[in-house]
């Protein structure tokens, strides 16, 4: 089984950003796949504003959304797969980055708000693999590619850390990962954790 | 995970924060995920459009 990522800015260069939801298709049971779907449709909250999705970020240049999409197949069997020009692609999973600046808290009120009180990141906005396929180590896979867009980035740009907000039944899991706790969210209540960005290749010193 | 993080302000405890860095610099790097060629595989994505 080999894997393929897809950038949803690159198929909205071809497509109308309507197309991401038809599509997809075959939708599972699995969460990953229902929240994949409202990211990308149109939605309004119970007060009639609408919802931010992954097409307005992509548009704002907010963030960038990436799939990971397996093999073709013949047979979507009722899973959620994303039709192409080309065929039908298994929706493994999918993930969204940015940048994030993190405003830190305890500066003195005689101080004036710098830029040095404040610190930059790389934003890991969503990390989703699909429930509705089964694959053993699925979300290291979808850390590993994630990663990958982001120290290509940092090679660019600069940049060492990445951050997280993740659900508290996470915290173990990415803790395990070397990613370190560095408080909670107070209006989502959220766990937010940093993890130091790796190299493919580190300098040999 | 979710869509806010990607909108909203995020305030840190800078104390917090130091203290995180700092034990991932004592990290036990054997644990650390190596990133994956993941340009290769979106060059061949975009080649499916």
């Given at each position: 089984m080999s894997y393929t990522i897809l950038d949803l800015k690159s198929y909205l260069r071809y497509n109308s950003p309507e197309s991401i939801v038809s599509d997809l298709s075959s939708f599972g049971p699995g969460k990953g796949c229902a929240e994949l779907y409202l990211f990308l449709q149109e939605s309004y909250d119970e007060n009639g504003n609408?919802?931010?999705?992954?097409?307005?970020?992509?548009?704002?240049?907010?963030?960038?959304?990436?799939?990971?999409?397996?093999?073709?197949?013949?047979?979507?069997?009722?899973?959620?797969?994303?039709?192409?020009?080309?065929?039908?692609?298994?929706?493994?999973?999918?993930?969204?980055?940015?940048?994030?600046?993190?405003?830190?808290?305890?500066?003195?009120?005689?101080?004036?708000?710098?830029?040095?009180?404040?610190?930059?990141?790389?934003?890991?906005?969503?990390?989703?693999?699909?429930?509705?396929?089964?694959?053993?180590?699925?979300?290291?896979?979808?850390?590993?590619?994630?990663?990958?867009?982001?120290?290509?980035?940092?090679?660019?740009?600069?940049m060492g850390y990445i951050l997280i907000e993740c659900e508290p039944a996470l915290v173990d899991y990415y803790s395990n990962r070397n990613f370190a706790e560095i408080g909670v969210n107070s209006k989502t209540g959220l766990y937010q954790m940093i993890y130091k960005v790796v190299e493919k290749f580190p300098d040999i010193i | 995970m979710a869509t806010s993080s990607i909108t909203d302000v995020i305030i840190v405890d800078s104390e917090k924060l130091q203290e995180a860095m700092d034990k991932l610099e004592r990290r036990d790097r054997s644990k650390d995920l190596i990133p994956v060629n993941s340009l290769e595989q979106l060059e061949a994505g975009r080649k499916l459009l």
């Open positions: 609408r919802n931010d999705n992954f097409i307005d970020f992509e548009r704002n240049n907010l963030c960038r959304v990436y799939f990971v999409l397996a093999d073709k197949v013949e047979n979507a069997n009722g899973k959620c797969v994303l039709n192409l020009k080309s065929g039908m692609y298994p929706v493994y999973g999918y993930f969204s980055v940015a940048v994030k600046t993190l405003y830190k808290n305890n500066i003195h009120a005689d101080q004036e708000i710098l830029p040095r009180n404040n610190t930059n990141m790389y934003l890991i906005g969503h990390l989703c693999k699909n429930a509705s396929y089964e694959w053993g180590k699925g979300g290291e896979y979808m850390l590993q590619q994630c990663f990958g867009i982001i120290e290509s980035a940092y090679q660019k740009i600069g | -």
